[in-house]
């Protein structure tokens, strides 16, 4: 098994290795690949030294997987190249995602669309995946109509840029700025670029997304997505409205029995789901689960999970297990 990880120096690529390591993913030769100002640099993984080579040298070598963190424009112009050459690729960019001709997988809900003709794999938005985590298992028994969200997002979601301008911040230091303004002792409603319509890419991806994913669209999405000076884990406080009305406790223990999440819910003991616990997990948590009292068959509740990991790193390698277990690589 030949695997190449694309984008490995970056924040992504980097969780991207450790996770490969600690789910003991079968690799018999991994590549590094990497923009040209990386090239040639040394990197360990796993007690083991690799050197950082560049995208044609990589698609040269036909590795079998290719699991893409690098940018929707690498990922646009780079993995049909891979794909060419018969490599399969999981992409964690934008870039193919909402693409009529590609799946769009978190592998807990819908992994069995995948077959071997799939050469390019889109891993979903990393608040898209937790949302869709609680969503589903949801949306099957009660049905949606529409649902309203609020997130809380994590200026790792941003990049390494973004880490830096906060901890530069927080210390009193000047330096080089991933937003338009401050973001310690702040909220900045604004995640991605805006959009014609008013709503910024991130809040569109939260409307569109889940819908591919479920392959349903007769439940309606809108968001507001807002970044908040925490250094890892997003949040969601999110609205929900069913066909069906439904009896709480019975919720809560369809949700305790779904794969991948964790229900923390206990108002007498403060107990509910923070960006703090969830970090370096791979679970989605879900928490402050009660009626909506406003109107019939209403629900509220708050998610929360590492973007690095499940949001991203975690989800795109459960998919590459998925298509080895399956023999569709």
């Known amino acids: 098994m030949k695997v190449a990880v ?10 991207m290795l450790r996770i490969l390591l600690e789910r003991n993913f079968p690799i018999d030769e991994l590549l590094l690949v990497a923009s040209e100002r990386s090239i040639g640099r040394n990197i360990q993984v796993g007690g083991r030294e690799h050197m950082v080579i560049g995208m044609e040298q990589a698609v040269k070598q036909r590795p079998d997987l290719a699991i893409f963190s690098a ?27 909402m693409d009529p001709s590609k799946k769009l997988v978190v592998p807990e809900i819908n992994a069995r669309v995948l077959t071997k003709a799939d050469k390019i794999i889109a891993n979903p938005n990393c608040s898209t995946i937790q949302l869709v985590m609680v969503l ?4 099957h028994k009660y049905k949606m109509k529409r649902v309203v969200i609020s997130t809380y997002q994590s200026v790792s979601g941003t990049g390494v840029k973004a880490v830096k301008q906060l901890e530069n911040e927080m210390a009193g230091i000047e330096g080089e700025m991933a937003y338009p303004y401050p973001i310690n002792r702040n909220a900045l409603p604004h995640c991605d670029v805006f959009m014609e ?7 569109m991806k939260l409307a569109r997304e889940p819908q591919k994913i479920l392959d349903d669209r007769t439940f309606s999405i809108t968001a ?8 890892g884990g997003h ?18 223990k369809l949700l305790h029995n779904s794969p991948g ?4 819910d206990n108002p007498d003991t403060n107990t509910y789901p923070m960006p703090v616990f969830a970090h370096e997990k791979d679970e989605v948590f879900v928490g402050r689960i009660r009626r909506d009292e406003t109107q019939p068959n209403s ?27 399956e023999r569709l690589i």
Do not use: C
């Open 6 to 15: 694309v984008g490995a120096t970056g924040m992504v690529g980097e969780v």
């Open 197 to 203: 319509n008013g709503y910024t890419k991130e809040e």
């Open 235 to 252: 949040s969601e406080s999110v609205n929900i409205e069913f066909e069906n009305d439904f009896d709480l406790n019975e919720l809560r």
């Open 136 to 139: 589903a298992p949801l949306h």
């Open 299 to 325: 629900l509220n509740l708050w998610i929360v999970a590492d973007n690095l990991r499940k949001g991203a790193a975690t989800n795109a390698v459960q998919i590459a297990e998925y298509l080895l277990a």
């Open 224 to 231: 507001t997505a807002v970044r908040i000076p925490t250094s």
């Open 71 to 97: 940018g929707g424009d690498t990922s646009l112009k780079w993995a049909p190249e891979f794909a060419a050459v018969g490599t399969t690729v999981i992409d964690n960019s934008s870039a193919w995602r």
């Open 261 to 264: 999440v964790v229900v923390q």
